[in-house]
């Protein structure tokens, strides 16, 4: 076999180029800090830093994801903090324009603050969030949800979509309340049923929204306050309860004002004079929006009442008001109960990521951080082995085989 100079010298370069690159790994390495650089390094431990660090990149958009809830939801708590100030204050107002002493003037003036508390409401149902989307529009964020057409009717552009969003590998929290739920899904009167009176009725009978009282049937109900049966004025008014086929419930028994009177898990009272022929409808509560029952008692307090009649349709119509504001307070705090469950779950899932967090970069330190120790006695081993390679090349670079021939 042929041996050549070149061939020698070249061996030496590829000597000494192996040593310098083995010593630029090692400084790159210790540089770094991290064993593990390239694919190249070790292929096993670098599929697993991937996988570990596309972990932690979802969990950091998890982490994102609980600070945008955080600050939808608080916005949102903030609103309907507002709306509970103000539907209490409009239950003062009603109160007091409910009070015998007050003249239509002044009911006027309590009309026109509590129209105005409409406007702020209805401001309220429409706020936006910092990206401008409408908080209580469903998933239409860009749709104003709420307005109020020419014919004073309230209309909703939204829809009842709830979101939600992502907060962990297997969890998601909502994000949102619609308007629905939460001004428009309100049940009337009691929330179970209604009690309401014929515009016709003569008398000055004033009835409060009754409660439920063991198993009401959501049938309809009519209470009929009897004819007197002869001209004794002292003869005792009587009334009886059909249901809405007509038969008879209650059979004819004397009204005494104030005395509870119960049927079919109803029970309700009368104050004031019913008149003979006067009667009185129960039927289920229905869906009503909060705005439309304040505009029904600014209506209410705004028209003029100047006979006794005319004061108990005032009082009547106050008290539905009164009963479906209670019931719509009742409806915002079941809402905010239910964001202050959902901002504790954002919170604990929170922690939850950060300590997986803190798990994932330990478990990837493991794999690919560097053995300082052992790393610099490679650097100076390499260190050593290259210098060796570099003085041997000096030395056998001016050497040539005619130098051994005679």
């Given amino acids: 076999m ?50 570990l660090q596309d972990s932690f990149k979802k969990t950091e958009q998890f982490q994102r994801n609980i600070d945008n809830a955080v600050g939808r939801l608080t916005l949102e ?25 007050q003249t239509n003037d002044t009911r006027g003036y309590i009309s026109e603050e509590i129209a105005q508390l409409g406007e702020e409401l209805l401001g309220q149902a429409n706020t936006m969030d910092s990206d401008g989307e409408f908080l209580f529009a469903g998933s239409k964020g860009r749709f104003k ?12 552009y939204g829809d009842d979509t709830q979101r939600f969003v992502r907060v962990g590998p297997r969890r998601q929290i909502a994000i949102n309340d619609t308007g629905t739920e939460v001004f428009r899904k309100v049940r009337e009167g009691n929330g179970t049923f209604i009690v ?20 009401y049937d959501f049938g309809t109900y009519v209470m009929v306050m009897d004819q007197k049966q002869n001209l004794n004025p002292n003869e005792p008014i009587t009334y009886q309860i059909l249901k809405e086929n007509g038969e008879v419930i209650v059979p004819p028994t004397i009204f005494s004002e104030g005395n509870a009177i119960t049927f079919e898990g109803v029970q309700m009272f009368i104050l004031g004079e019913p008149e003979p022929g006067d009667f009185y409808v129960i039927r289920p ?10 505009q029904k008692l600014v209506v209410a307090l705004k028209d003029s009442r100047n006979t006794a009649e005319d004061h108990a349709f005032l009082h009547n119509e106050v008290n539905r008001a009164l009963s479906s504001i209670d019931t719509a307070l009742g409806k915002i705090l079941d809402v905010r109960a239910s964001i202050g469950t959902r901002l504790n779950a954002l919170e604990s899932q929170r922690g939850i990521n950060e300590s997986f967090s803190i798990q994932l970069k330990e478990l990837v330190s493991n794999i690919e951080d560097l053995d300082y120790g052992e790393a610099i006695s490679r650097l100076n081993s390499s260190k050593v082995a290259l210098e060796a390679s570099q003085k041997a090349f000096v030395k056998v670079q001016d050497v040539s085989l005619f130098n051994h021939l005679y």
């Fill in 2 to 51: 042929r041996v050549s100079t070149n061939q020698i010298q070249l061996g030496a370069i590829n000597a000494m180029m192996d040593q310098q690159e083995g010593l630029a790994k090692v400084q790159q390495q210790v540089a770094s800090g991290k064993r593990v650089i390239s694919p190249a390094d070790d292929p096993v431990a670098m599929a697993q830093v991937i996988s």
């Fill in 77 to 101: 708590e903030g609103v309907l903090d507002g709306v509970t100030k103000i539907l209490q204050r409009v239950r003062e107002l009603a109160v007091y324009g409910n009070n015998a002493t």
């Fill in 145 to 156: 949800p709420f307005s109020k057409d020419d014919k004073g009717n309230f209309l909703y």
């Fill in 196 to 215: 309401t009176e014929s515009l016709n009725n003569k008398g000055t009978g004033v009835l409060d929204q009754g409660s439920s009282k063991g198993h």
């Fill in 285 to 294: 509560s229905q869906h009503q929006d909060i705005f439309t029952t304040l």
